[in-house]
């Protein structure tokens, strides 16, 4: 498969008040047309420190042997996974790799492999693709071919780290908002003292690349606006070499939960279940929903829950146990980016 998306998934950072969107992965075979022989690379270790990134020089040897003419141009990406260490980053890739000799059939390719400071561990080569990496072509993208290859070691310092303050923190439903983004230094919580190029994306890019590109300040900050409907999306912000993240951030914003709730029955005798019947606005997934009583003068108490259904709607059952009138409220608890919020107070009187 194309990798990128999954890559943009994993990187993911939870932020305060956001959720963040998992990005599924799709399934596929390796390419059936291409074999490798080897793969070389002419460093097994690296010291990378803050935005910089290491070249290294990979050397594929192998074939593609599809017969098609217009596949004599074709690229390949070696692909490495995470073997050890804590840095962000879980793959790396290669730079689309150029055919510099032989045939297609029997040939070799080689360019760079840019390894970022966020790739902080030890990384094996796994496998290698055909490119160019992240623009999948028709037909059913390819998973890579696997190869078991040589492993380099990476010390990241100073690693670059992405954070986002959205305003207004929870965003009304159908109102626009910005959000300030965020670039510092791991090892010293401050900015770098330049203007770093990032990229701002909203929904499609965020999973696939391409989003657009801005600078942030030399302050490491930058601030983006925001239309109604970008809240609807996945919003994301990241830096890259080529081909892949360095490092990135992925949210949703934060949205207010509208909760109403109005019981089947005002009045009841004691003991009686009464069902309460409500919504919560926009939120379709089985979120939790807690019927609550109010006790003396401010304890309000669960006294019965329910899951949301797929139509946003749910009923939670209320019971009298005196004579008179009783308080309720239906409580909704902060479920994904939609926070914690309660319907108005409503009345059942026990008879």
């Known amino acids: 498969m194309r990798i990128r998306r999954v890559l943009a998934a994993l990187l993911a950072v939870p932020l305060t008040g956001a959720v963040l969107g998992g990005v599924p992965a799709a399934q596929a075979a390796p390419d ?82 840019n390894v970022a400071s966020t790739a902080n561990g030890t990384f094996k080569v796994t496998g290698v693709m055909t490119g160019p990496y992240g623009a999948p072509t028709g037909g059913t993208p390819v998973d890579p071919t696997p190869y078991s290859g040589q492993t380099i070691t990476v010390k990241g310092t100073n690693l670059p780290k992405i954070t986002a303050t959205v305003n207004p923190r929870v965003v009304p439903w159908g109102k626009p908002y910005s959000i300030t983004w965020a670039v510092t230094n791991t090892a010293t919580g401050k900015p770098y003292g330049t203007r770093i190029p990032i990229g701002l994306g909203v929904d499609t890019p965020c999973a696939e690349g391409g989003s657009p590109m801005y600078r942030t300040g030399t302050n490491g900050l930058i601030t983006k606006s925001y239309t109604a409907a970008d809240g609807e999306a996945m919003n994301c912000a990241h830096l890259y070499t080529d081909p892949y993240y360095i490092t990135g951030q992925w949210l949703f914003v934060a949205r207010p939960a509208i909760v109403s709730a109005v019981p089947s029955r005002t009045s009841a005798p004691v003991g009686t279940v009464v069902p309460v019947n409500g919504s919560v606005y926009r939120v379709t997934s089985s979120c939790p929903v807690h019927l609550q009583r109010l006790y003396g003068a401010s304890q309000w108490r669960t006294v019965s829950s329910a899951k949301l259904r797929s139509s946003g709607r749910f009923t939670v059952n209320a019971q009298p146990s005196y004579r008179g009138l009783i308080p309720y409220r239906a409580y909704f608890p902060t479920c994904y980016n939609v926070v914690a919020g309660v319907s108005k107070t409503f009345y059942i009187r026990g008879t």
Do not use: F, M
């Open 32 to 113: 059936p047309y291409l074999t490798i022989s080897q793969v070389s690379l002419d460093r097994t270790s690296v010291a990378v420190s803050g935005l910089n990134t290491y070249p290294i020089n990979v050397t594929v040897k192998g074939g593609y042997s599809s017969g098609e003419p217009g596949d004599s141009d074709v690229v390949l990406n070696v692909v490495l996974e995470r073997t050890g260490g804590t840095g962000p980053r879980s793959s790396i890739v290669s730079a689309d790799l150029k055919r510099t000799a032989g045939t297609p059939a029997n040939g070799t390719w080689t360019g760079r492999l």
